[in-house]
């Protein structure tokens, strides 16, 4: 199973960016899928993630400005990001908890996609 992320880039202050994370493999079902970040110097924090009910959850900092989605029919998980801010860059990293046809349960992660807001 792999996770390929996509979708960072350069952006202005106030700009918008929608990252998408495409699942590929022996996939048999899903459970959560997220995007986590992490800046120079810091932690690695989770942004937002979506369960099988399609509920959300997002960090306080996010909330009102990004909006975390997921497409079961194509295994891919987005992130749209608006009203973007300094603070917002980082390296993105997208997460999910798969099920593979083998029956087995494994958390897996993206390659990470860089996202720097810049003027």
């Known amino acids: 199973v792999q996770l390929q992320a996509s979708g960072g880039g350069l952006v202005q202050p106030g700009g918008s960016l929608r990252l998408s994370c495409a699942a590929s493999g022996s996939i048999f079902s899903f459970n959560y899928m997220g995007w986590y970040r992490q800046a120079p110097g810091k932690q690695r924090e989770l942004v937002a993630v979506v369960s099988t009910s399609n509920g959300t959850n997002y960090v306080d900092s996010v909330k009102g400005r990004f909006t975390i989605s997921r497409d079961n029919a194509k295994n891919t998980v987005y992130l749209q990001m608006n009203s973007l801010k300094p603070e917002d860059t980082a390296v993105y990293y997208c997460?999910?908890?798969?099920?593979?046809?083998?029956?087995?349960?494994?958390?897996?992660w993206g390659q990470g996609t860089q996202v720097t807001v810049s003027s």
């Open positions: 997460n999910a908890g798969i099920r593979t046809r083998e029956l087995v349960f494994r958390d897996y």
